[in-house]
């Protein structure tokens, strides 16, 4: 039998399995003999490219596990008819089952896994669903914190940092980059945590908020770890550059010093691309007299903030 037709007739079976029939004095389904009918069928299916059926049996799994109280397995079962949604390009789908596992995972007291299918939802949406893409980082974060798991979520801070840089969200960045600094000072990672504070600072300079940029710095420098770090004076620095109000000197601080080569990939980018914006205006905002492109007195609202 090819495995079209062997798909078909379990999937058959298992239909009839988990239907009540009063002919056959069954007044509930038989899931527990249906759902691995349900699963092999949705393999076989998607082997041979008839996803519509074989999402539709995932699903159709994911609820023979449920109704068997088996909620790691439903989630399962359910990030498998995300996979299959997304190939089909259901995107509505795709957040529903992504959303569903990581909630049954979190149910079942295993945050992590909660996180990590969070996480595979975020980075299968983030091209045509960034709103959700971004909500399903933001959870993920979430539930390592809540559970006091933030020290298994590196990753996750990472690739929601970068997501959200991608999709310009430049103070939800700085957020998400706060608040994995805060989580590294929990576990100690020194080096991450320091990190963190000066990829906040070059993505508040790329977005054109200087003074953000300061203000961030400065409350950075309350942590020992960080005032005494290479990142520290490489932020120094980068304010001293800004305060010439020549990009020459701002690009041959990033270039000279190797810790913005050492961020994370979206964030070093960035730090490539200074100066962003009004120079002249952000160098008179850092105590500046906005280079020589600048003449005059300092605008109003542009307060120095040395």
């Known amino acids: 039998m090819d495995r079209a037709k062997e798909a078909d007739k379990l999937y058959k079976e298992a239909v009839k399995l988990s239907t009540p029939s009063l002919l056959r004095m069954r007044l509930t ?19 041979t490219g008839n996803l519509a059926c074989a999402k539709d049996c995932y699903e159709r799994a994911a609820t023979g596990q449920e109704r068997q109280k088996s909620g790691w397995h439903a989630a399962k079962a359910l990030e498998k008819a995300g996979e299959v949604a997304k190939e089909m390009g259901l995107w509505d789908d795709v957040e529903a089952h992504y959303t569903r596992a990581a909630e049954l995972f979190a149910e079942e007291g ?8 969070a996480a595979r939802g975020a980075r299968a949406l983030e091209e045509r669903r960034p709103e959700a893409s971004q909500l399903l980082f933001r959870k993920a974060v979430e539930w390592l914190e809540d559970e006091g798991k933030d020290m298994l979520a590196g990753d996750v801070f990472r690739q ?13 960045a700085v957020s998400m980059l706060l608040r994995f600094a805060a989580s590294c000072d ?19 300079l790329y977005a054109g908020k200087a003074k953000d940029a300061w203000v961030t710095y400065q409350d950075a420098l309350e942590v020992d770890e960080f005032a005494r770090s290479d990142e520290a004076f490489a932020a120094d620095a980068l304010f001293d550059g800004y305060r010439s109000g020549e990009a ?19 964030l070093a980018r960035l730090a490539r691309k200074l100066p ?3 120079l002249a205006v952000m160098s008179r905002q850092l105590g500046g007299t906005g280079g020589s492109a600048a003449v005059g007195a300092t605008s109003e609202g542009e307060e120095d903030l040395t």
Not at 110 to 117: F, L, N, V
Not at 160 to 172: I, T
Not at 188 to 199: E, F, M, T, V
Request: aromatic share 8%.
């Open 276 to 278: 962003q914006g009004e």
């Open 186 to 204: 929990g576990m100690g990672a020194r080096n991450s945590q320091c990190k963190a504070y000066l990829g906040a600072v070059v993505v508040w």
């Open 110 to 117: 295993r945050p992590q896994a909660a996180a990590e299918a």
């Open 29 to 47: 389904g038989e899931w527990e003999q249906a759902t691995p009918l349900f699963e092999r069928a949705a393999m076989l299916y998607k082997q």
């Open 160 to 172: 929601a940092v970068a997501q959200l840089v991608r999709a310009e969200q430049w103070s939800d």
């Open 248 to 266: 020459a000197v701002i690009q041959e601080t990033v270039k000279r010093n190797v810790v913005f080569s050492n961020l994370d990939n979206q």
